[in-house]
């Protein structure tokens, strides 16, 4: 599987997303032909090679007609998707960008979502900067996302609202939940349209992900200081073959007072919301009483939502977390016929490793139904899959 690496050491922009892109080999052409899909007029792209701190980038900036400059509402945006030609993904993903973005400004603004107008984010250049980064992943075939923690500047910055303080409101905001930090001059190196890509495209944050890196795209910022790049760095490679190694949140927490039916409900909630895996450790806490203690893996973005379930489902009244890194192999699920019937089986790869794991309900329906032992049902798509294997080779 392909997958890109977003190294925001020095922030992250839409412009800086375009420009990686283009410079890890999108060809502007084919950009601007995916964009006019988009019922949108009265800008050009424009892309040029630049250096910062000694380094080649590629700087895109989206250059705009001022007739069709202007403020945009989430009804403007939804219009404009829903009159696009893009692809249902594109639209949808987009859409979940702009979505994060309108309810950051309301939260901060205390407004609904649809009473927002979105200045300096709202004009052309933001959809165009939002869709293309999108198209621009799709030429690539990337498949996921996954992102450095993100350096967010400092200082203050312009905005219609008039001088704010770094990062901005929204982009706070939006950051929630995610590793950030501040270095470098004082400027505003993360943006509320980067904070709305990332935040809805990275499937994790932390060190760089184990995977053969093939192609390297910089992309350039608008600023050029002399004491570090303004550049964001996509780094893009394939896993196959590669056990994959990702940074993951487990959270706990001991309960000692709840009704036993209820763990149930609440697994269902956290796997709902995105838990990578949930399990119960029975424990004894102090003066011997017997306790349960419930776990939970899941990314790091996800951890605000795995928190406020946990502390509204169950009795604990406070819960514990940590970051730690994990090797994954690199895992597909596809049907193998077994003589009895259909079955589901995870095939899970690291290199010479293999391993397959037939879907365990599917094999218990077709032992009940041929009235066979449930083991011989198992074996047998066990054995399926190899040979499957081996004739596609």
């Given amino acids: 599987m392909k997958i890109a690496w977003f190294d925001c050491f020095s922030g992250i922009s839409g412009d800086m997303c375009l420009g990686a892109l283009v410079d890890a080999g999108v060809p502007l052409g084919a950009l601007a032909k995916e964009l006019k899909k988009i019922p949108i007029q009265g800008y050009k792209l424009m892309s040029d090679k630049v250096k910062r701190c000694g380094i080649a980038a590629t700087k895109v900036d989206v250059v705009i007609d001022k007739k069709h400059s202007g403020e945009r509402r989430w009804d403007h945006i939804q219009n404009i998707v829903k009159r696009s030609t893009l692809s249902p993904s594109i639209k ?102 980067g904070a709305g890509l990332i935040r809805t495209l990275a499937h994790g944050f932390g060190s760089i992900p184990a995977f053969a890196p093939d192609t390297t795209g910089i992309g350039a910022g608008g600023k050029d200081p002399a004491s570090m790049p303004n550049v964001l760095r996509i ?15 487990v959270i706990e927490t001991n309960i000692d007072d709840m009704n036993p039916q209820i763990y149930e409900y609440v697994s269902e909630r956290l796997f709902d919301a995105g838990a990578l895996d949930v399990w119960l450790t029975q424990i004894m806490m102090k003066k011997m009483r017997p306790a349960a203690k419930l776990s939970v893996i899941c990314s790091r973005n996800e951890l605000p939502v795995m928190t406020e379930i946990i502390l509204r489902e169950t009795t604990s009244i406070g819960i514990r977390w940590y970051e730690t890194a994990r090797t994954i192999m690199e895992r597909e699920i596809r049907n193998v016929e077994t003589g009895y019937g259909t079955v589901g089986i995870k095939i899970a790869r690291s290199g010479n490793i293999a391993k397959a794991t037939p879907e365990y309900e599917d094999c218990r329906k077709l032992a009940k139904k041929n009235c066979v032992p449930l083991a011989q049902v198992m074996e047998k798509a066990k054995e399926n899959a190899v040979l499957k294997k081996s004739r596609s080779r």
């Fill in 92 to 193: 949808k993903k987009g859409l979940s960008v702009f979505t994060s973005i309108f309810e950051a400004e309301a939260k901060v603004h205390g407004e609904p979502p649809g009473e927002i107008h979105l200045h300096e984010l709202g004009a052309v250049d933001c959809v165009v900067d939002i869709f293309g980064t999108l198209i621009g992943l799709e030429i690539l075939g990337i498949k996921e996302v996954y992102a450095s923690p993100i350096n967010l500047g400092s200082g203050t910055v312009k905005t219609s609202h008039g001088i704010l303080p770094v990062p901005a409101p929204a982009t706070a905001e939006l950051l929630k939940g995610i590793p950030v930090y501040s270095s470098g001059d004082p400027f505003e190196k993360t943006t509320p349209t």
């Fill in 235 to 249: 780094i893009i490679g394939d896993t196959s073959h590669v056990a994959g190694q990702d940074t993951v949140v």
